[in-house]
């Protein structure tokens, strides 16, 4: 059954203060990771895609990397307005539908 | 915005009783997923459609039901509904082949009082 863990939970950083988010998984035959952002209330939005081990995206002030057991969110001097619930998730190639982790919830204080 | 729609988008509604979410994918994408996010919860994975074809079930409960029809829109419907059945339920579209990421609705917020 794939899994997916998130830590920390939550995560507070003053603004300009870089920091990591990490996303550990467990998948029989990894078709894709995910990384979405939430707002409270709202729907996921997506932010990146990671295939393969050692693969990076980058946007803006977020950077995306990938191991063959995890992935980690890089915040880059972040912003209050990047305050948001960061979620992973993963597709199988044995799964049909994406297996979200719990997420972690990110508050950058001004 | 992502491109799928969800209505409507708050719902109220006593218990006992039976709903329809609508979902309209993104131009395109064949495949259809639901999920819910109860209050400070994950999302759970409730079942995908493929091109009005059911392709993967979660855990969803037998009083709920979905289906994708002919112009690839889909519909949940919810019965008997119970006080614990409040919750955010989101839509999520992707496109035919299996890497593609899945674009997410705003949700349809249930409340059963």
């Known amino acids: 059954e794939d899994q997916v863990t998130q830590s920390p939970e939550a995560l507070r950083l003053q603004e300009g203060e870089s920091s990591s988010l990490n996303c550990s998984y467990t998948v029989s035959g990894l078709r894709g990771l995910f990384w979405y952002r939430q707002d409270p209330g709202k729907g996921p939005e997506f932010l990146f895609t990671?295939?393969?081990a050692g693969e990076e995206k980058e946007k803006e002030r977020l950077k995306a990397t990938l191991t063959k057991k995890e992935s980690f969110l890089h915040i880059t001097a972040p912003k209050p307005e990047d305050s948001a619930t960061y979620l992973c998730?993963?597709?199988?190639?044995?799964?049909?539908?994406?297996?979200f982790g719990p997420g972690t919830r990110l508050s950058v204080l001004p | 915005d992502s491109g799928v729609t969800q209505t409507p988008k708050h719902l109220i509604t006593a218990t006992g009783q039976r709903v329809t979410l609508r979902c309209s994918p993104r131009s395109g994408d064949l495949s259809v997923y639901w999920y819910q996010q109860s209050l400070d919860q994950g999302l759970q994975f409730l079942i995908q459609y493929y091109n009005g074809e059911e392709r993967a079930k979660g855990n969803i409960l037998e009083r709920f039901s979905a289906q994708q029809f002919p112009d690839l829109h889909s519909e949940l419907n919810l019965s008997s509904l119970e006080l614990g059945d409040s919750a955010l339920y989101f839509c999520?579209?992707?496109?035919?082949?299996?890497?593609?990421?899945?674009?997410f609705g705003q949700g349809t917020r249930l409340t059963v009082v």
């Open positions: 999520a579209s992707s496109g035919g082949q299996g890497r593609a990421e899945a674009f």
């Open positions: 990671l295939y393969s």
């Open positions: 998730a993963v597709r199988g190639n044995y799964g049909q539908n994406f297996v």
